[in-house]
């Protein structure tokens, strides 16, 4: 029986990862086809026929990104006890992740979103998407510590408290891509979760 097409001659999931390190290295609107065939050791009709367009295979490499250095954070969030602890956790994953010494030191949901052309509005809109989404998780934990009862918060304030503390773990990734080394950024944490006490107990009017 024949068979259909050649054989592809790469591992899909090692390409894969090859380009996840270049797309966190120089970030979207930074990185070439040319430059992907290159650190993938492929042609760029092969990942056309494996991945689809540079788009495509930016999506596929967000995903595989979401499932590795994204994890540690959202199993934070999802596993400590109470909601302090989850979002301290979750902080403190995210600290980890961005100055670990093998990958650069820069979330890629807050840092990889292309800034200029035009034709690149999709890709800023799928980030944002994803980061949105970030926000709705922490949210939703903190739901969860109001039902569970560890948490007192006015469920008129989560939404506030969510974005202050999504904003804190934007602000840690900036921090960490200008140089900030992870005792400094547990600096930044101890002071975020110093407000903790304050944000939760604030009248359910915050940010009105």
């Avoid at 026929?49 to 540690?72: H, I, N, W």
């Amino acid at each position: 029986m024949a068979t259909r097409g050649r054989p592809r001659t790469f591992d899909p999931d090692t390409a894969l990862r090859q380009a996840l390190d270049l797309f966190w290295e120089r970030g979207y609107e930074g990185t070439s086809l040319n430059d992907l065939a290159q650190a993938m050791g492929i042609a760029s009709a092969s990942i056309y026929a494996c991945f689809g367009s540079k788009q495509d295979l930016f999506r596929k490499v967000m995903a595989l990104y979401g499932t590795t250095s994204g994890e540690p954070p959202r199993r934070a969030l999802r596993e400590q006890p109470t909601a302090r602890a989850a979002i301290h956790a979750m902080l403190r994953a995210t600290a980890d992740e961005i100055t670990r010494p093998d990958t650069p030191h820069y979330c890629m949901l807050i840092l990889a979103a292309p800034t200029g052309a035009v034709e690149n509005h999709a890709v800023r809109e799928f980030l944002a998407g994803l980061r949105r989404d970030m926000l709705t998780t922490i949210k939703d934990r903190l739901a969860r510590g109001v039902t569970d009862g560890d948490l007192t918060a006015p469920p008129a304030s989560l939404d506030a408290i969510a974005r202050y503390y999504t904003t804190v773990v934007q602000g840690l990734s900036i921090q960490a891509r200008d140089g900030a080394d992870r005792a400094e950024l547990e600096a930044v944490i101890t002071c975020a979760m110093a407000a903790w006490d304050t944000l939760t107990s604030a009248p359910s009017h915050i940010g009105g």
